[in-house]
């Protein structure tokens, strides 16, 4: 029954596609071949006239659909490289906003998260809900000590989500199955990706560990401020903070103060996701200006936390030394990058692809601020996807999202920002300190201690290896080693011992 409902689902998404002109649109008539051309006539006749652009007649679409394609239109509007800069322009845009539930199902949902009587104590006067999304509600409530914001997930809608993906995931399997092409763009891995993010978003006790370690790091750097988490209000399926005095970024008069300094809101908000980003490897992931909060004092704010974006060293090395090089006009070296973190297949050339990035590079260099795009030159770097075989990697999916949609919040506050020159302290600084005589050091570091808990081990190690060779013939069955193995494990030992220490000499040169 699963196969059945899913492909009865997917039936219901294509029928909605349909009406929309969505499915072979006719703007791309002159693209397909003629059956692709016939087929997109027949089902232009049930589609009612649709009007506007294909992006922006497949968002009304997704937002007819409900939460889980929303979320899905959210997410695909982080690919450029699959659907083109206009279409995914369109999808960022989908309305994340829809009719509030009633107070009293909200009131309900308190009980059951905390019980009557808890739910009595800790929310004695529950106000209407001022702010209401796909997945949840916002409601202020007043306290002794201060407003508080309170979050509360819709009645159903983990059901809904778990059914409408399972759908969107056997979609992707087919999809996959039967388009070679299309595995290099990952649609199953991609949409594994959306399916956790969503899931995640449904216990807000995460997005609650989100937002507070959101809120260390802020107050590290001093770029954002975040409010503070109401443990003890907070549940799986109730999310409890405190209240953010401002105005959204995404209302008028949010910058109307004239005492507000443009220029430093804007590289606040670049400086402040790069160092995120760069120096810890995480980062809040949905930076649209309806999360964004402008304080009284002038100041940004951030909340929701649903989405946090991770990245490894090796990704943030790629980022840093990406917007360096590009700084630098250092293309061999972007080059070199790509093919070191395997985005790019050796059997390449990296002169061939540092030709193509300097291609990118030149023509913004020197420009006046306001037409020199970082989200012009990531969206150039996925036009160079299929033609250099480079694999889209899920893990920078947020990443460069993330990347392109702070540009354009801080162009929004400033329009001469320059997002190279802003990101240049914080990237700046991360690099000398990785690659100059600090990083070194600390890998040195590194490398003792793992050495150090590597001969640590050795003991426990031995004893096994000789308790295996202690065993009786009629004993429990055991692996059959060669009888060099000791003096194998502590050649191996000083072959680790050499390769760490040669690369911490490499580090110091």
């Known amino acids: 029954m699963g196969a059945v409902s899913d492909y009865l689902r997917l039936m219901r998404a294509g029928t909605a596609l349909a009406r929309h002109d969505v499915i072979l649109p006719g703007a791309y008539q002159s693209r397909l071949p003629l059956p692709a051309r016939v087929a997109g006539g027949i089902l232009r006749i049930f589609s009612g006239g649709a009007r506007g652009r294909p992006g922006e007649r497949l968002a009304r679409a997704l937002e007819k659909l409900g939460p889980a394609y929303i979320k899905l239109g959210q997410f695909l509007a982080t690919r450029p490289d699959v659907f083109g800069a206009e279409v995914t322009m369109d999808l960022s845009r989908l309305k994340d906003k829809l009719p509030p539930f009633d107070v009293k199902l909200a009131r309900a949902a308190l009980v059951k998260e905390f019980g009557a009587e808890e739910a ?114 907070t549940g799986r399926r109730v999310l409890t903070t405190g209240w953010v005095e401002g105005i959204p970024l995404t209302h008028p008069d949010a910058l109307a103060n004239p005492a507000i300094d443009r220029v430093a809101l804007a590289n606040d908000i670049t400086r402040g996701f790069l160092t995120h980003a760069i120096e810890h490897g995480v980062f809040h992931a949905d930076m649209h200006e309806g999360n964004i909060i402008i304080t009284p004092e002038g100041k940004v704010a951030l909340v929701d936390f649903g989405i946090i974006g991770r990245i490894g060293m090796t990704e943030r090395r790629f980022l840093a030394e990406i917007l360096w090089g590009f700084l630098k006009r250092d293309y061999m070296r972007i080059a070199e990058v790509h093919f070191e973190a395997g985005y790019v297949p050796s059997t390449q050339s990296v002169g061939d692809f540092a030709q193509a990035l300097r291609s990118i590079g030149e023509p913004v260099h020197g420009k006046p601020a306001e037409e020199v795009s970082m989200g012009r030159v990531i969206l150039q770097l996925f036009d160079y996807t299929q033609t250099f075989g480079m694999e889209m990697r899920p893990e920078l999916v947020l990443l460069q999202k993330t990347m392109v949609q702070v540009e354009g919040v801080a162009r929004a506050i400033d ?6 020159t802003a990101s240049e302290p914080v990237v700046g600084g991360w690099v000398r300190r990785s690659f100059g005589p600090e990083g070194a050091a600390r890998l040195i570091s590194g490398n003792l201690k793992e050495i150090t808990n590597r001969l640590k081990r050795l003991p426990e190690v031995m004893d096994r290896f000789e308790a295996s060779l202690d065993e009786p013939a009629n004993g429990p069955p055991t692996v059959r080693r060669a009888p060099f193995a000791p003096w194998w494990g502590w050649f191996g030992l000083v072959i680790i011992l050499a390769l760490i220490g040669y690369g911490s000499i490499v580090a110091l040169a």
């Open 120 to 233: 009595n104590r800790l929310f004695p006067d529950l106000g209407k809900p001022i702010a209401a999304a796909s997945l949840a509600q916002v409601h202020r409530m007043e306290t002794a000590s201060g407003p508080l914001a309170v979050k509360i997930l819709r009645p159903g809608i983990e059901g809904q989500l778990l059914r409408e993906l399972s759908a969107m995931k056997r979609a992707a399997r087919m999809v996959e199955g039967v388009s070679v092409e299309s595995r290099r763009l990952k649609p199953v891995a991609f949409t594994e990706t959306i399916s956790a993010a969503m899931m995640r978003e449904t216990d807000l006790r995460l997005e609650a560990g989100g937002a507070d370690e959101m809120r260390a790091l802020s107050e590290k750097s001093g770029y954002f401020q975040v409010p503070p988490v109401d443990w003890d209000r």
């Open 415 to 420: 329009p001469g920002h320059n997002i190279w």
